[in-house]
C-alpha cells in the first residue's frame, strides 16, 4: 500500500498513546497541537465508553490545558455544595458546605472523556478505537512502538495511558503486581430524574450541583466510603471499597451478598432515599481505583522513549474518602507533554531529556498532595476508623440530639459514647488526630 | 474472487425499550452497533478471499452515522466498504431494502468489476425476519443457500457450502454468482486489526452511493416502496419481580423453598400442572 493518509504514514507515528481516557487525550491534545503525528489508541468502542466515576473534576488544572473549558465541556452542574455524612444504622450526622466559587464541576465521565479525545482528535490526533494494544515494544532498552495483534507501528515516544489496571506496564516490569490492599472497586448506579426535582430536592439553582460524601455502615465495616452526585438530569450514587479488606470480609462472611447489594442498600437506606424517590435506575457499572497513594507511583515514570501518565502513573490522590484522579491525570499528561517537546527541541527522546516529566512531576502539586495523604494507606489497614468512628459519632450526635435529660457537653458526650464502645478516649483521639491531619 | 458482503446497521436492541404508549421502539439516543449476525458472514468473506485472493466489498443501506460500523468492518480487513444512503430510502420494508441494495450490487458488479458471490448474515437483532438475503437473490435472479456454516471455493466458478440442521446436515456444490446466507455460529468474526484500521480511517475506502447515483424510481423505494403494513404491535408488559431471596445452608432447604414458591403461584401451578400432571 503505497498510497498514505498523506499526512500519515501508515505504521511510523511521532507519539504513539495507550489509552483514550482523560490523561491519553490530553497528552494527544497537546502533542498534536505542538506538531507532532500523534496515534491515540482505545480499546473500547468510543473514547471513554469504559469509564465511570463518582462524578466530580476540579476545574483549574482542566483550564490550563483547555482555556474554553467553562464555555465548551460537557460541565453538567457547578458543585456549590459539599456535604458529608456519617451514617450509622439510621442515624446519621451530617455537615454541609457553601462554596461560591466555580471551582469543581460534575459530568459523566464517558462524556468528559469524549469532549476530551474530540479535542485531541480536531487537534489532528488520529484515534483508533476498538483496538486493544497488547504491548509496548522495547528494543535494546528503548521503547519503539506497539503491538496490537500482529501488527506493529512505530514511534519516537510512546506514552503509556492504560489506567489503573496497568497490565503492559506491568509485563514491562515497570510495575509490580499491586497488594489487594492497595486497590479499590467503585460500584455505581445512575438514577435517572427530572432535573427540576433534583434541584428542589437539594435546594439547588439550575446550574449547580452537589457533591455528598458518605461514611459508615453502608459498607458493611469494609473501609471505603459512598458518594452521591448530582448530574444534569441523573443522580450517580455509589461506593468505593477495598479490595483486599472486601475479600477478608467475603470470607469471613460478613459480606455475604454481592457488593451491588450494598450499593442498593445505599438506594433505599431512610436517610437518602426520598432525595430520590421515584427515579429509574438506567445504568450501573463498576470499576478498579487506586488506593496505594505513593505506594502505587511507579519507581520512575520514564524511560527511554517511554512514559508513564494518569492513573497509571498513580497519579491519583484518594483521601480515603474522596478520590481525585481526573485533575492529576489531566496535569500529569501536560506535563508529560511539555517534557516531550522541549526533548524534542533538546534533539532526542533520551532517558536524560524525558527525566523532566519527573522533576516536574515532583514539583507539581500532585506530588505534594500524595505526599501529604500516603497516610491514608495506613488509616485503610485498619477498620477501626471505618467501624468505630462512624458509630461514635453517630451516638455522640445521638446524647447531643435526643433527649437524656442531662445535657451533655460534645466532648462529655464523646467520652460517653466511647466508654459505651469500649474504646479508650486517648487511642480514638490518636487516631483521629492522625487523619485529621493527613486528610 | 469479488464478494459483497451485506451489513447492516442496527439499534442496539439490549439498550432499546419501548414506548409505553405508542407501542414501537424508542431508538432516540440508543447507540447502533453492526448487526452482529453480520461479522460471521465478513469473516466467511475474508477467509475466501484469503484462500482465492480477489476483493470484499461491504454494502449497508443506512444513514450515514452507519460510516462507523463500516469503519469496523473494514478494520477487519474488508477492502472497501459501500453506504448507500438517502433520505428517499427511509422506511423501507424488506421488500424495498432488498431491491434497492440488488440494484447496488448491479452497480457494483457494472463499475467496480464483476460481483460472484454475495454474502449476507442470517438474520437481524431488531427485526429479524431473515427476508432481505431470499428478495436480493430473486431481484438478481441468482441461487441462493441460508443457514451455511462452511463455504469452500470450488475452482473460480463454485463454491462448496455445507448446512447444519437441526437433524442432518447438508451439502450443496452452488455454481456462482450464488446468493448465501452464514449462519451466526457458523465462524468467529476476527478482531478489528491496527493496521486495517489505520487504512481505514487514513484511506477513503468509504464509498457514498445516493440516489442520484442509483436512479431508482422513488416510487419504488423508502416508504413509498414498501407494501409491509404494521397491522398491530402488541407490547408484552414487563412482569414485576418479586425480588425475594431465600439463603439457606442446606440445598435441600432451597429445592423445598422454590417448590412451594411455585405450588403457591396459580399460574406456576397450572404450568407445571402441565409438566408433572395430577401428581402436583
Ligand atoms: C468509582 C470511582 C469514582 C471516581 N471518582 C472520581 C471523582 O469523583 N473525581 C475524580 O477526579 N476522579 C475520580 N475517579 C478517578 C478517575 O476516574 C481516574 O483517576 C481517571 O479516569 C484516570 O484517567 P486516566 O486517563 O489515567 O485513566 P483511565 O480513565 O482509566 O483511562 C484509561 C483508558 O485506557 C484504555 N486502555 C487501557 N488499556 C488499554 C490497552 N491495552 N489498549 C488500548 N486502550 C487501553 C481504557 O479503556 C481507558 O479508556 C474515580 C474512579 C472510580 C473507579
Ligand atoms: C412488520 C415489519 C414492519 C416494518 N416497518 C418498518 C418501517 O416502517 N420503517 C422501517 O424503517 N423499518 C421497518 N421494518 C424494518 C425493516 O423491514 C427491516 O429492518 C429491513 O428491511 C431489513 O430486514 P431485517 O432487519 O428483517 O433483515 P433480515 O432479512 O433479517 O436480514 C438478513 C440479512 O440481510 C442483510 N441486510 C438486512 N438489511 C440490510 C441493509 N439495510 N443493508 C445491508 N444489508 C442488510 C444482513 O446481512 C442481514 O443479516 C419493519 C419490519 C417488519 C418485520
Not at chain 1, 83 to 109: C, D, N, Q
Not at chain 2, 175 to 185: G, Q, T
Request: aromatic residues 8%; neutral net charge.
Amino acid at each position: 500500500m503505497a498510497k498514505g493518509g498523506g499526512l500519515f504514514n501508515l505504521s511510523k507515528f511521532d507519539v504513539v498513546v495507550v489509552g483514550a481516557g482523560p490523561s491519553g487525550s490530553t497528552a494527544a491534545y497537546l502533542l498534536a497541537k505542538a506538531g507532532f503525528k500523534v496515534l491515540l489508541l482505545e480499546r473500547g468502542r468510543g473514547a471513554g465508553s469504559k469509564l465511570l466515576w463518582g462524578g466530580k473534576a476540579y476545574a483549574e488544572p482542566l483550564r490550563k490545558v483547555w482555556p474554553e473549558l467553562d464555555k465548551e465541556a460537557p460541565i453538567h452542574r457547578w458543585v456549590t455544595k459539599e456535604r458529608i455524612s456519617i451514617v450509622w444504622g439510621e442515624r446519621a450526622l451530617t455537615l454541609e458546605y457553601k462554596l461560591g466559587r466555580k471551582v469543581a464541576f460534575t459530568s459523566p465521565l464517558p462524556e468528559l472523556a469524549g469532549w476530551m479525545a474530540k479535542k485531541a482528535e480536531s487537534a489532528g490526533a488520529l484515534l483508533l478505537d476498538e483496538v486493544p494494544v497488547d504491548e509496548i515494544v522495547v528494543k535494546e532498552g528503548r521503547a519503539v512502538g506497539v503491538r496490537s495483534g500482529n501488527d506493529f507501528v512505530s514511534a519516537d515516544v510512546v506514552i503509556d495511558a492504560e489506567g489503573a489496571n496497568r497490565i503492559l506496564l506491568e509485563k514491562l516490569g515497570l510495575a509490580d503486581r499491586p497488594s489487594p490492599y492497595d486497590m479499590a472497586l467503585g460500584v455505581k448506579e445512575v438514577l435517572s430524574l427530572d432535573p427540576r426535582l433534583i434541584e428542589e430536592r437539594f435546594g439547588l439553582e439550575r446550574d449547580e450541583g452537589l457533591s455528598w460524601l458518605i461514611l459508615g455502615d453502608i459498607t458493611a465495616g469494609i473501609p471505603g466510603g459512598g458518594f452521591v452526585y448530582t448530574m444534569r438530569e441523573t443522580i450517580g450514587i455509589g461506593l468505593v471499597l477495598n479490595i483486599g479488606h472486601a475479600a477478608v470480609a467475603a470470607e469471613k462472611g460478613i459480606l455475604r451478598d454481592h457488593v451491588s447489594r450494598l450499593v442498593e442498600g445505599l438506594r433505599t437506606h431512610p436517610y437518602f432515599r426520598n432525595y430520590w424517590r421515584e427515579a429509574d435506575v438506567i445504568e450501573y457499572g463498576g470499576r478498579m481505583t487506586i488506593e496505594g497513594g505513593l505506594r502505587f507511583v511507579p519507581k520512575r515514570l520514564y524511560s527511554n522513549g517511554l512514559l508513564v501518565v494518569g492513573d497509571a502513573a498513580g497519579m491519583l490522590v484518594n483521601t480515603g474518602y474522596t478520590i481525585r484522579g481526573v485533575d492529576t491525570a489531566v496535569t500529569s499528561a501536560r506535563l508529560a507533554a511539555e517534557a516531550i517537546i522541549e526533548a524534542r527541541d533538546r534533539g532526542g527522546f533520551t532517558e536524560e531529556n524525558l527525566r523532566a516529566y519527573e522533576e516536574k512531576v515532583r514539583e507539581s502539586y500532585i506530588y505534594r498532595d500524595l505526599v501529604e495523604h500516603s497516610g491514608i494507606a495506613e488509616i485503610f489497614d485498619d477498620p477501626f476508623f471505618f467501624s468505630k468512628v462512624p458509630s461514635l459519632a453517630t451516638r455522640a450526635a445521638s446524647k447531643l440530639f435526643e433527649a437524656d435529660y442531662g445535657e451533655p457537653s460534645l466532648l462529655e458526650a464523646i467520652k460517653r459514647s466511647a466508654e459505651e464502645e469500649e474504646i479508650s478516649l486517648l487511642r480514638l483521639m490518636l487516631k483521629v488526630g492522625r487523619v485529621v491531619r493527613r486528610i | 474472487m469479488r464478494i459483497v458482503v451485506g451489513v447492516k446497521w442496527v439499534p442496539n436492541t439490549q439498550a432499546v425499550r419501548i414506548d409505553p404508549e405508542t407501542g414501537t421502539l424508542i431508538r432516540k439516543g440508543v447507540p447502533s452497533i453492526v448487526n452482529p449476525h453480520d461479522l460471521p458472514a465478513v469473516e466467511a468473506a475474508l477467509r475466501l478471499r484469503e484462500r482465492v485472493g480477489g476483493e470484499v466489498i461491504v454494502v449497508s443501506m443506512a444513514p450515514p452515522p452507519a460510516v462507523k460500523g463500516l469503519e469496523l468492518v473494514l478494520g477487519m480487513g474488508a477492502d472497501r466498504a459501500v453506504l448507500v444512503t438517502d433520505r428517499v430510502f427511509a422506511g423501507a420494508d424488506t421488500w424495498a431494502t432488498s431491491y434497492v441494495l440488488s440494484r447496488a450490487i448491479q452497480k457494483i458488479s457494472a463499475e467496480i468489476g464483476r460481483v460472484d458471490l454475495v454474502l449476507f448474515g442470517h438474520e437481524t437483532i431488531d427485526s429479524s425476519t431473515s427476508h432481505v438475503q431470499a428478495q436480493v437473490a430473486s431481484w438478481l435472479d441468482w441461487p441462493y443457500v441460508y443457514y451455511v456454516s462452511s463455504i469452500e471455493p470450488l475452482g473460480d466458478n463454485a463454491v462448496r457450502v455445507e448446512r447444519e440442521l437441526e437433524e442432518y446436515e447438508e451439502e450443496y456444490v452452488v455454481e456462482l454468482p450464488a446468493v448465501v446466507s452464514i449462519a451466526i455460529k457458523a465462524m468467529k468474526p476476527r478482531p478489528v486489526s491496527l493496521q486495517s484500521k489505520l487504512r481505514a480511517k487514513l484511506e477513503r475506502r468509504i464509498i457514498t452511493w445516493t440516489n442520484a447515483d442509483l436512479k431508482l424510481d422513488p416510487r419504488c423505494v423508502g416508504l413509498k416502496g414498501s407494501p409491509t403494513v404494521v397491522a398491530k404491535t402488541v407490547d408484552m408488559p414487563e412482569v414485576p419481580r418479586k425480588k425475594e431471596v431465600y439463603r439457606p445452608r442446606d440445598p435441600k432447604d432451597a429445592a423445598r423453598w422454590i417448590i412451594r414458591k411455585m405450588v403457591e403461584d396459580e399460574k406456576l401451578r397450572e404450568v407445571m400442572k402441565g409438566i408433572v400432571g395430577d401428581e402436583l
